[in-house]
């Protein structure tokens, strides 16, 4: 009797195959079915799912109850299951009933199998018979070894790739199994390594139990079914296309013999029944790759280089690689990775990439990271052209109702970023560079990865930790041994630059024979990705669960989740990737970079898939090539490559009449009217119906975020945005009374108020201060206040308002990001105005919120982040600092105060563990350093007790705090940065803030640190320097403009660092008493 019945194969049929057989004796029972998979498709009741299948499937849920199990009694009326089932079910019976495959005495298959060290791979009983049967089906198949010989080495590479396959389908299924029987006490053995072996030996080389896991999970059995026959078959195709093609790769490769030493299959991933990419390696030297493709857009690619090399004559030409087309397939020069070993040659190198970076830039491609590239000493070389001429699926920038905004979003879409060349995601806090640049060492990876914990135990399972990513091959930094100095790409900035510039000028000055040469590519077949493949290989990955193994229709169904985030796809992409997925295969679509139609891995055509074709945005966007454009790429590139691998702030812009000589004073306001004229010329404007426009693209930080950047457009936070960049302007007039900048402010949050609604959403928004809803509102009410506008004030009002319902959903609890800014608002707007009693209730909420979230440490209480749950933050922009001072604000309006004080003195607890009394510093475990600014650190912690000691908290080393942190922010040097954030300026503001509570000699200090800085500032060079590329009025550009504002006029000028209000009668609103801070102060 075969191990696979029809009654277990049924169960492992897909919902099309079921159609093809007779219902099921008698309905199921699926009262917990599915509502279960209600849940892995996200609907929220019956009704929902039933219009969900019979929209897709053309089925209802009766079709389900009459086809969902085949049960135990056998289903006689089942009809055409052979039909359905009958390849992969003569695989599972012929592995398991044959008894030739159960011998061991094979010589020759003894022989080849030396090497392989199968007996050390986990649970190799299991995988044992299945590669007995791939060895002798293919290696003694005299249509594939008669004219071709296969070394030893080359089928232990087929072997191990065989054995890597199944063990992702199956590896998750043993592990639990062998846990099951770990916890039913029925393995033998005194330690988990000899439990283990009973597990290999006694249990997976039993028939009986292998029978129980067919029975158990028909599902697993089906997929490794399907993947040896696909493996099989792929194999035997490859060599005989190479048996067809012997002449031509003899004459092309130089290939003087086929005998394979290596055979690595799995380059890439799997399409269309588990085709990947192949690099063979013959015994005469020569290394080939094998595509399973159509390679027009290759060859193409080629022509188009050599047409580049002869038009520009600067004696660093492309390589060009040989491309065998065979249309359905191709073969491809192998091209080794070789590290430079001079410095011109690394030059060399960058300058060239620069101008692979024109190319793609201007063929409008997409992902080409650093797996894409490989440096062949100082030429860099593109292996995979998938992804040029990437179409439109929808109208991807007409995001909002600001026509500045929209404008600025469509120059971010079609610039270099795109090309996936430069980085766009960047950590500050932690280098991880994917992109085509970088790669460079080892990187620890930013999400966790499952891997295996217990290895060769009874005790062997899945954990999440974070992975490292090798170094790419795409450096020619990097030594064999991955070892790379990231820094170094610095040193090579000039060179890309450069070499974007040769190749963007050719196709300026040659636009009309360029459009020719792009036209070329029209009928060329390429790969079109509609999702990122690590979507697709995450879902397909969870896939293998066992839970998902017994029955396909869960599996099918959890599958069926690729198209809960895309509404905007045709239904017949959705039904074609759950189609692929289910096999095993990432999801493969192709068309013409001049068609607005795709062919799925089946052939199936797909019409009205792009509302624009890839080759027409190509030729728009050379149409548009200007020297203005090519400064904004060159400004892009150097922005994102500097912001992940400059080690120090570097300059962000070079200024006329900026520099002062030693004997002149300096005019504060008229340095700040150079930068607001500078930020007037640089904005994106646009004219409306509603008035002037403006918006820049810059480094911004992203979600909420401070040391997370991208280059974008300036958004609605304080920090980098529109709002903080309005509120520099509006202090400009304030003092010049100049209408320019009064103009220029409301052209700056005018684009806010036109997408205010859009932007109040809980997926969209958070509440902070700086980068938050809180800050929106406290822009909108400061500029109430100055440009004596009550609507602007209405918007803050219309904003807070949404507090209480966005409230549930901050997990971010700090000042910059977080609910504490919003308070800090609120307590500000309440000290301004004493009517807005409103706020109060939402005050207390906040209130209530922060100290319910506040999580018990060893000593104290701190706030875990939900995006850092590990590590709870210091310091006053995103740790407890931010949050004491938000607390101790709203105090005074506030009928918890007791439980506020007591959530202080935890909070001051937790954040004193880390005071450091040597060097008078708190340390910021996640910087691993001292920091000395207002976001970590001393400055922004004495804020913080300031505000403390002024609401009366009793501490006991509230004095002590307050004295250490004033006299490390006394006693700092000058750095590089002039930011308020982070920078010269900032902690320059917090000693003005405490000033007042200071004697005459420390007041002289302040006075002298302030020489000191503005010296540094215009004495000594004509550069500006902040966060690179920054615009922001906490980072950039506006930022050192409203510093030198504050310095100006610190009585008319608040301070953002503390979200001061400017009061009706024009100065800043007062603080408060200090007598007991002053006495401490004063020590």
């Known amino acids: 009797m075969s191990i696979f019945n029809s009654t277990i194969a049924y169960n492992a049929l897909y919902i099309h195959e079921r159609k093809l057989c007779g219902p099921v004796e008698s309905d199921a029972d699926m009262s917990l079915v599915i509502p279960y998979w209600q849940q892995l498709l996200d ?21 389900l109850r009459r086809h969902f199990s085949a049960g135990s009694s056998g289903f006689s009326k089942v009809t055409s299951l052979e039909s359905a089932a009958s390849s992969w079910l003569e695989y599972i019976t012929h592995i398991f009933d044959n008894p030739l495959l159960q011998q061991d005495d094979e010589t020759d298959y003894k022989q080849d199998m030396e090497g392989t060290n199968l007996s050390a791979f986990p649970f190799h009983r299991f995988y044992e018979i299945f590669v007995r049967e791939l060895y002798f089906d293919l290696f003694r198949d005299r249509s594939i070894t008669a004219n071709t010989t296969i070394s030893r080495l080359a089928k232990h590479n087929i072997i191990q790739y065989y054995l890597d396959l199944l063990y992702a389908v199956t590896h998750k299924t043993l592990m639990l199994e062998i846990n099951y029987l770990r916890m039913e006490g029925k393995l033998e053995g005194e330690s988990p390594e000899q439990r283990y072996l009973a597990y290999v030996t006694d249990f997976l080389g039993d028939h009986n139990y292998l029978q129980s896991l ?218 991880f560079d994917i992109s085509g640049i970088g790669g460079i060492g080892e990187q620890q990876s930013p999400f966790q990865i499952q891997t295996v914990e217990g290895q060769n135990t009874d005790e062997i399972r899945l954990v999440k930790q974070f992975g490292t990513l090798n170094s790419g091959h795409n450096s020619p930094l990097s030594g064999s041994d991955g070892n790379g100095e990231n820094d170094e790409i610095m040193n090579y900035l000039d060179d890309l630059s450069d070499g974007f510039r040769a190749g963007y000028n050719l196709f300026l000055s040659q636009r009309d024979e360029a459009a020719r040469q792009l036209e070329a590519f029209k009928d060329c077949d390429i790969r079109k990705i509609l999702k990122s493949t690590m979507v697709y290989g995450k879902l397909l990955h969870l896939s293998y669960h066992p839970d998902f193994l017994r029955n396909q229709l869960d599996r099918e169904f959890l599958l069926n989740r690729i198209a809960l985030s895309a509404d905007h796809l045709n239904q017949q992409i959705i039904r074609a990737e759950i ?39 190509s030729m728009q966007k050379l149409s548009q090539f200007s020297k203005s454009d090519l400064d904004q790429q060159i400004q892009i590139i150097k922005a994102t490559v500097s912001a992940v691998y400059a080690k120090e702030d570097i300059k962000i812009v070079q200024l006329k009449n900026w520099r002062v000589p030693e004997s002149e004073p300096i005019n504060l306001l008229d340095k700040a009217k150079i930068i607001g004229d500078m930020l007037i010329r640089e904005a994106i404007q646009y004219e409306g119906e509603q008035g002037l426009e403006f918006c820049w693209t810059s480094m911004v930080t ?95 009002d219309r904003l807070l308002q949404e507090i209480p319902r966005l409230l549930p959903q901050d997990r971010l609890y700090d000042l910059i990001g977080g609910s504490a800014g919003a308070l800090a608002v609120i307590a500000s707007m309440l000290e301004q105005n004493q009517e807005d009693t409103w706020l109060i209730d939402i005050g ?169 800085i503005l010296d540094d500032l215009f004495h000594c060079s004509d550069v500006i320097h902040a966060d690179i590329n920054a615009i922001g009025v906490m980072n950039g550009l506006a930022s050192i403009g409203y510093g030198l504002l504050r310095i100006a006029d610190p009585q008319h000028v608040p301070s953002l660092l503390t979200l001061e209000l400017k009061g009706p009668k024009g100065t800043v609103t007062p603080s408060g008493e200090f007598s007991r801070l002053a006495n401490a102060m004063r020590k």
């Open 43 to 63: 609907f929220e009741n019956q009704q929902s799912f039933q219009s969900y299948i019979e929209r897709h499937y053309q089925i209802d849920i009766s079709f």
């Open 214 to 431: 067919v029975e158990e999970y028909p599902v697993m059995f089906r997929l490794i079914a399907e993947k040896t026959q696909n493996l099989k078959q792929f194999v035997r195709e490859i060599i005989a296309h190479l048996e067809q093609d012997r002449s031509e790769l003899q004459q092309q490769f130089g290939l003087k013999d086929t005998e394979i030493v290596q055979f690595m299959l799995g380059s890439g991933d799997s399409h269309k029944q588990g085709k990947t990419v192949v690099i063979l390696e013959f015994s005469c030297g020569t290394k080939l790759v094998y595509k399973p493709r159509q390679m027009g857009i290759d060859e193409t690619f080629q022509q188009f280089l050599q047409w580049m090399n002869e038009q520009v004559h600067d004696g660093r030409p492309l390589r060009t690689v040989g491309v065998l087309n065979k249309h359905k397939y191709g073969w491809m020069e192998f091209i080794p990775y070789q590290a430079c070993i001079s410095n011109e040659e690394r030059k060399q190198f960058y300058y060239r990439l620069g101008k692979l970076l024109s190319v793609l830039h201007t063929m409008n491609a997409t992902d080409f990271h650093y797996e894409n590239i490989i440096a062949n000493s100082d030429q860099p070389v593109l292996i995979d052209l998938e992804s040029l001429f990437h179409h439109t699926i929808i109208q991807d920038h007409n995001y909002t109702e600001s026509g500045a905004i929209n404008r600025a979003l469509t120059l971010i879409r079609d610039s270099v970023l795109s090309t996936g060349i430069v980085p766009t995601n960047i950590n500050r806090e932690q280098t």
């Open 579 to 617: 189609a692929d997925l289910l096999e095993g295969d990432i999801p493969y679509f192709s068309a013409t970079p001049y068609g607005t139609w795709i062919q799925d891995s089946r052939s199936q055509m797909i019409n009205g898939v792009f509302v624009e074709d890839g080759l027409t945005r």
């Open 702 to 796: 992203k979600g909420g975020r401070k040391h997370f950047w991208q280059y974008s457009v300036t958004g609605p936070g304080i920090y980098d945005g529109n709002p903080g960049v309005a509120l520099f302007f509006a202090q400009l007039w304030n003092l010049t009374r100049e209408e320019v900048y009064r103009d220029a402010c409301l052209a700056t949050i005018r684009p806010i108020q036109m997408i205010l609604e859009e932007l109040i959403h809980p997926d969209q928004i958070n509440l902070g201060a700086f980068l938050g809803l809180g800050g929106m509102a406290y822009g909108f009410a400061q500029l109430s206040s100055v440009l004596n506008d009550p609507a602007m004030k209405q918007s803050a």
């Open 844 to 1012: 207390e909420q906040i209130v209530k919120h922060l100290i319910q979230s506040a999580a018990p440490m060893e000593i104290g209480v701190a706030w875990k982040p939900g995006n850092s749950p590990e590590s709870p933050y210091i310091g006053f922009s995103h740790g407890n600092a931010g949050i004491i001072f938000a607390l101790c604000r709203f105090m005074p309006w506030s009928g918890q105060q007791a439980a506020i004080h007591k959530i202080v003195r935890d909070a001051i607890d937790y954040e004193n563990r880390f005071y450091d009394e040597s060097v008078e510093n708190w340390f910021s475990e996640h910087l691993n350093h001292h920091s000395i600014a207002w976001c970590h650190g001393a400055p922004g912690i004495l804020l913080s007790r300031i505000e403390a000691v002024r609401r009366q908290v009793d501490h006991g080393l509230l004095e002590r705090d307050c004295q250490a942190a004033l006299a490390t922010t006394l006693d700092v040097s000058l750095g590089s940065n002039f930011s308020l954030c982070h920078g010269n300026l900032g902690n320059l503001d917090v000693l003005l803030l405490a000033s007042q509570s200071l004697n005459a000699q420390q007041q002289s200090l302040i006075k002298a640190k302030q020489s000191v």
